[in-house]
């Protein structure tokens, strides 16, 4: 799961703590101001201001998918795989093509608009008409 770095945690004490301000000496418990998860400290390369990351074993993956830290993209992929799932089931529309119109009694093709009568309220689909009527 892709997490954003954090440059911001809670100490043993449940202070704020900054990366910059941590030591590579100091071996204390450093966790997440979001989720509570265990947070691992990076010193950084040349150039690259101190960060943490989370220790994503240590935590549910439950509890990540609500930490502020959470990638953007994983929410919106996720969202994206409910509404999927949600939908599913969802049979596909069929774009209907073929129209009868009961005022005029004249079957049509195209859009849901009769051309004798200028109107599309009185138009039903052509396969529902011969379902009843033939």
């Not at 043993?12 to 204390?28: I, Q």
């Not at 418990?29 to 220790?55: A, I, K, M, N, Q």
């Not at 949600?86 to 073929?98: E, F, N, Q, R, T």
Request: hydrophobic residues 30%; contains cysteine; aromatic residues 10%.
């Amino acid at each position: 799961m892709r997490m954003m770095k954090c440059y911001l945690a809670n100490d043993s004490n449940g202070c704020f703590v900054t990366a910059k301000e941590v030591s590579s000496l100091e071996k204390r418990v450093r966790t997440c101001v979001s989720c509570h998860g265990l947070l691992v400290w990076h010193s950084g390369g040349p150039g690259e201001v101190p960060w943490f990351e989370h220790d994503q074993q240590s935590v549910s993956r439950e509890t990540l998918m609500k930490c502020a830290y959470l990638d953007p993209q994983v929410k919106a992929d996720e969202r994206h795989a409910e509404l999927r799932k949600a939908v599913g089931w969802l049979p596909v529309p069929i774009a209907v093509k073929s129209w009868y119109c009961v005022l005029c009694q004249s079957h049509y093709q195209g859009e849901k608009h009769c051309t004798q009568c200028g109107s599309g309220i009185y138009s039903i689909e052509e396969a529902r008409w011969r379902e009843n009527y033939t």
